[in-house]
């Protein structure tokens, strides 16, 4: 839809809505309502022109009679929807004057929204961003996630340790911004047994479930950015079905029988915080099979209603399994269709092994899920048998490919042989889908090599690339109005929609008057996040200063205690080296641990603790400061990344599937300081050398140094700086009275073999800072190459990597309303 064409905004009838919800809606009148009441009624009334479009696009006949990606994640961590919405619907200015006249600011309303944090970090944010992606370029999408009552635990800091509370994201008043289906209600069974029927003589499998729940779909709408098109992201709830037990229902065992009621409800109750970390828990794969059971079931409903043939599911449907965590889905879909719906195993594997595919996103071997057989036995008899079939006939195509090589079988098996035997639920998805992507050339090249090597001997054409991508309407037009203003003001206002045209800035890389405004604006999103934090956490921040980022998950890999090392070097020269000097720099951190990473927690309160004491030494004044910014959340990201001056991508080369704030930051104008590893390299490839700052180890150069035995206490004992910088962990500099209070930290980097190579890193990391550091000090060299950074990363467009998905994975088209 082009801007001229949209519907035409009529203020006093949105007005009278908004007041409606006021008092209908949340019971308050105008006099009595808080800034929260408000905001509840413009959402509900900006919401029920969704829902009206929603209808529209979900009854629209082409694109019932188009094929449609179902995009299955069990974490969609989509933020804060009022305010990108309004971008989509093109209403933030008339929204602004409209509520200006009820005496209401925006701004300050959208900042009443709780973020619907329904997701752990880089996964679940992808999926948010393909969703955007595929509205806005109208590619028929389905998103299909879990309706959890609690998403991600909130974090707050006592005395420097992480500690979490529950997230009602809700609230007790709802989101304004879902809406229930309860007409697509589903059943799904677990547990009990399987029969053996004839048919004609023919024997048929019948799974007789032991448990029923209800899955209640409840619709947030995705907006296109300036279409009409709007596509559900459809959240199951778990709840009990009533009464769940008849028998002690009758019995007149009430009391038992809402126990069990209240049981039943507890599947999708909460999220699980582990973030690249699989710990096998039953719950967990019963949110997994219920998130696939309803929505495979919600999938062949569509399919049925338009009137198509199941044999015609791959050309109308493709579901897109975001990593293994939908993997029943494929024994679900081949169970329904041969004991459901009467096909021959022949048919079902046809059709199931064209409607799959799988995306990759982690190496590392712990996030890699594997369920135990007997668990799945237990709880899911049918699919265990089926599991078994399919591995039974992949395993004859295995022999007939490498005849008598029993290692080949063994490492290419569905179910891992031991004492306890597994099923390897990414096995399963590349045997059942039609293409493997991996999230970044670098990662899917890894993917073939280390990975899946057999898998792609067989297959070769299976595994593929997909590049990750950010959507550039959350990630700049709507988190960064001053510089999307600046870029409007040179190129016109076409880019959020065709972010390659960034490239058109460069030619004002060297123009001083572009450089002043960029830094201006650059500044001016550095005050504001300055505000937040000295307004929230009592800091005060000096804006001249680098603000150094790194915001993510906590986790070894991703070294954010390399980070701190290069922390207390700094601190060290500037205690003990009268000749060192170094621009003014604020280090700031964002990052949730997954409550179990006893570790992960350590990396917190010690950074915690060193800040604690930087912060408040007169002597480094504001030299340094650290700032540890409690419960990180997509809301939080909108105020740092326009404030970065610098992003930290410091994973140990060959662990970070891609990243993708890596991205959010260069396209806002930070520079990288980053290893060789996931999206980086493409980073570096599109913005050129000269514009980041690469260092370390390189993939084979970390595969050599562990090859040849890496040996911490080598660095340690050889690098003076390091030396003193880690040594500053073991006495009682940062915790006065408590001298070893920070050793967990230092123990891992010595004793406990420094599995992510820090060490090994640190001289040439404190290298690319002092480079940096340098150029700072260069405001116009600075500005030069952060304006670079803006204008050459337009490939990194979740629209882009959408397309690439359709081009070369899903194969569907647009369709345009
Ligand atoms: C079962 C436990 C578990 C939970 C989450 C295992 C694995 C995960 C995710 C796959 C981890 C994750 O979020 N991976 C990140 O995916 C991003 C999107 O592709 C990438 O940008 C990140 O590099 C990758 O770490």
């Not at 479930?209 to 279409?227: A, N, Q, R, T």
């Not at 059971?293 to 579901?319: C, F, N």
């Not at 956490?537 to 998950?553: C, H, P, S, W, Y």
């Not at 959340?633 to 662990?655: C, F, L, N, W």
Request: contains cysteine.
């Amino acid at each position: 839809m082009k801007p001229t064409e949209q519907k035409k905004f009529d203020k006093a009838l949105f007005q009278a809505d908004v007041k409606k919800h006021l008092s209908a809606t949340y019971a308050k009148t105008e006099e009595t309502a808080d800034a929260h009441a408000w905001y509840l009624a413009m959402g509900k009334a900006l919401a029920e022109h969704t829902t009206l479009d929603l209808l529209q696009t979900e009854n629209d006949d082409r694109i019932k009679n188009a094929k449609s990606v179902n995009y299955l994640s069990l974490e969609f961590l989509i933020g804060r929807l009022t305010g990108n919405n309004l971008i989509s619907m093109g209403l933030y200015e008339q929204i602004t004057e409209a509520m200006a006249e009820l005496g209401q600011n925006l701004t300050d309303l959208l900042e009443e929204e709780r973020d619907p944090s329904l997701g752990n970090g880089g996964l679940g944010r992808l999926a948010a961003c393909f969703m955007d992606s595929c509205a806005a370029q109208e590619f028929p999408t389905v998103g299909y996630g879990l309706h959890y009552e609690y998403g991600l635990f909130k974090q707050s800091f006592e005395n420097g340790h992480q500690k979490e509370a529950p997230d009602a994201w809700r609230g007790v008043e709802g989101y304004p911004w879902e809406v229930a289906r309860p007409e697509f209600a589903q059943e799904i069974g677990f547990y009990g047994h399987v029969e053996a029927v004839y048919e004609n003589g023919v024997e048929k499998r019948k799974w007789v479930p032991g448990m029923f729940v209800k899955g209640m779909p409840w619709d947030l709408p995705i907006v296109g950015y300036e279409s009409n098109t709007v596509y559900p992201l459809r959240l199951w709830e778990c709840q009990a079905i009533a009464p769940f037990s008849l028998e002690s229902f009758n019995n007149g065992d009430y009391f038992e029988a809402q126990h069990a009621l209240i049981d039943s409800g507890n599947i999708t109750k909460v999220l699980y915080p582990n973030d690249n970390h699989e710990k096998g828990k039953t719950l967990r794969l019963m949110q997994q099979y219920f998130h696939s059971a309803a929505s495979v079931r919600d999938i062949l409903r569509r399919h049925d209603e338009a009137g198509h043939k199941l044999a015609d599911i791959p050309k109308y449907e493709t579901i897109q399994l975001n990593d293994t965590h939908p993997t029943i889905a494929i024994p679900e879909l081949m169970r329904i269709l041969i004991d459901e719906r009467d096909l021959s195993w022949e048919e079902a594997w046809e059709i199931c092994s064209h409607t799959f595919a799988y995306t990759n996103h982690t190496l590392l071997p712990e996030a890699l899920e594997t369920w135990s057989e007997s668990l799945i036995q237990r709880l899911l008899p049918r699919h265990m048998e089926i599991i078994y079939e399919i591995n039974h006939r992949f395993l004859k195509e295995v022999r007939s490919r490498w005849p008598g090589d029993v290692e080949k079988q063994r490492k290419l098996s569905i179910i891992e042989d031991g004492f306890h035997r597994m099923v390897r639920m990414a096995n399963l998805c590349v045997v059942g889908s039609y293409a493997v992507n991996g999230v970044a050339a670098l990662h899917s090249e890894l993917v073939k090599r280390d990975l899946f090597p057999e898998f792609n001997e067989l297959y070769p054409t299976r595994l593929q690339n997909v590049t990750n991508g950010v959507t550039p309407r959350r990630w700049l037009k709507f988190c960064n109005p001053g510089l999307s203003a600046l870029i409007t003001d040179k190129i016109g206002d076409q880019w959020p929609a065709h972010l390659e045209q960034l490239s058109d800035i460069a030619q004002y890389a060297d123009n001083k008057a572009f450089q002043k405004q960029y830094m201006a604006v650059k500044k001016a999103n550095k005050q504001r996040l300055a505000d937040w934090v000295q307004e929230n956490m009592g800091i005060e921040l000096n804006t001249d200063a680098i603000f150094d980022v790194q915001i993510k998950r906590l986790h070894e890999y991703k070294r954010q205690h390399l980070n701190l090392l290069h922390i207390l070097s700094m601190y060290h020269r500037l205690k003990n080296d009268p000749t060192f000097d170094m621009a003014p720099r604020v280090v700031f951190f964002a990052a949730k641990a997954a409550p179990g990473y006893h570790l992960a927690k350590e990396i917190i309160y010690t950074i915690n603790k060193v800040a604690e004491k930087i912060n408040n030494d007169p002597s480094i004044a504001d030299k340094l400061k650290v700032v540890f910014i409690p419960d990180y959340r997509v809301s939080m990201a909108e105020i740092i990344i326009p404030a970065a001056d610098v992003s930290e991508q410091i994973s140990t080369a060959g662990k970070e599937a891609s990243g993708t704030g890596n991205m959010k930051m260069a396209l806002n104008g930070a520079l990288t300081i980053g290893t060789m590893d996931g999206a980086n390299v493409e980073i570096r490839e599109e913005v050129g050398d000269e514009n980041i700052y690469i260092f370390g180890l390189e993939v084979d150069g970390v595969e050599k140094l562990k090859a040849s035995g890496y040996n911490p206490f080598d660095y340690y004992n050889a690098d003076h700086l390091l030396k003193s910088s880690m040594d500053l962990l073991l006495g009682d500099e940062f915790t006065p009275g408590e001298p070893g209070r920070l050793r967990a930290v230092y123990d891992s980097l010595l004793d406990g073999g420094d599995p992510y190579l820090c060490l090994a890193d640190f001289a040439s990391y404190v290298e690319a800072h002092e480079a940096m550091d340098k150029q700072y000090r260069d405001q116009e060299g600075w500005a030069h190459k952060a304006i670079l950074n803006t204008a050459l990363v337009g490939k990194f467009s979740s629209d882009r990597s959408i397309r690439d998905y359709v081009n070369n994975i899903w194969k569907l088209e647009a369709v345009h309303r």
